[in-house]
């Protein structure tokens, strides 16, 4: 019995080299996954786009949002299209330990000695559980790292990731390092070089993590009751 086609779906950006992670990403879970149908969709800025793509790949599809947390784009965007298709749609990739993984792996590549406190910068949602996500998955960076790690966002909630930065050195009067928690490069990514951390780190896209963890999810939609609600995430 052939398998649900893993439709990835990202935000999409202006930036050419933002797609290209993500494709490079989608390469990555092919070569873990080779049985499955993996495909790409965008929900702006690049195409294909998600209705395109769905369109393309039937109703017997899951679709693993490439996002690191929950919020608009998950359940009404996508979940939203999905319905249309009749497709699944898997929880958001974050909070998650998979990502403590790819995150303790660029603080190491950044050079960042270890004990040093981190503000774990995200893009940013209006939505709260999107904010509590992010938020939760700062605890798991903390716990594995054993040292202070702070949440901030580009945008909205507070703090801002310049804030964040600032209270942290006042704290603990020492240097600060700030993990991308993005995806790709883009808008995003270019102002964590202005936060005046001591270290900044390279967006999470193509840590092999990912591509396991992007598998993980769509396994957990596959597997759970037929419908189009977003699925819970692996506990």
Sequence with gaps: MSQPTLLAVAHGSRNPAAAQVIRNLAGQVRRLAPVLDVRVAFL???DPSLPDELDAAGADTVVVPLLLSAGYHVTADIAGAATSAGARVAAALGPDQLLVTALTARLAEAGVPDGTPVVLAAAGSADPAAAADVRQQADLLASALDAPVLAAFATSPQPAVSQAVASLRSRTGGP??????????GQF???LAGSG?????EPLGGHPALAGLVIDRYRVARSAK??????????
């Design 44 to 46: 702006g800025h690049s």
């Design 176 to 185: 600060v390092a700030v993990a991308s928690y993005l995806l790709a490069p």
């Design 189 to 191: 990514q270019d102002q």
């Design 197 to 201: 951390a001591d270290w900044v780190t």
């Design 226 to 235: 037929t419908g189009s609600g977003v699925a819970a995430a692996a506990s």
